[in-house]
């Protein structure tokens, strides 16, 4: 018993490092899970209640109490600093999309652009015939060898 009871105290100084790097942390502490926090919570509250009501061990109950407040302060850290960034977020896209309406527009440009590179790219590789219009290409007129004599790794 003394055992148990050293470590779970131990645990309520370990909680400090994880307090603390998350009260430093500038997104919204993605690399914490709420979940399993939450959880610790829930299981250091039902000990709590357990060690009061079941087994009346008041000196298990102070220390499992202990771990309820470090677990429930490291959620509330947690919560506040992701719903705080998720207001702030939506407030940053509203702002961006009324000042720069081309954005997206400028976005899927490129991504057509880059996906009809690949289409030719793909074209050219399995259909040996295939050579693809294109009106403002300055090589438009050479042959294969020689689109890439100019390239220093590329030699006969």
């Not at 771990?67 to 896209?93: D, E, H, P, W, Y």
Request: net charge positive.
């Amino acid at each position: 018993m003394t055992a148990f009871a050293l470590l779970n105290g131990a645990r309520v100084v370990a909680y400090a490092p994880q307090i603390h790097c998350l009260t430093r942390d500038n997104t919204n502490a993605a690399a914490v899970s709420l979940i399993t926090w939450t959880l610790f919570t829930l299981a250091n509250g039902a000990t709590v209640a357990y060690a009061l009501l079941v087994i009346n061990d008041p000196l298990m109950a102070g220390v499992f109490g202990l771990n309820l407040l470090g677990c429930l302060t490291i959620v509330a850290i947690i919560g506040k600093k992701r719903i705080f960034l998720l207001s702030a977020s939506s407030n940053m896209i509203a702002e961006r999309d009324s000042m720069d309406h081309g954005m997206l527009k400028r976005l899927m440009l490129a991504w057509r652009r880059s996906a009809q590179k690949r289409l030719e790219l793909h074209l050219k590789l399995t259909i040996p015939a295939y050579r693809p219009i294109h009106h403002d290409a300055p090589f438009l007129d050479l042959s294969a060898d020689d689109r890439y004599r100019h390239h220093p790794y590329i030699r006969d």
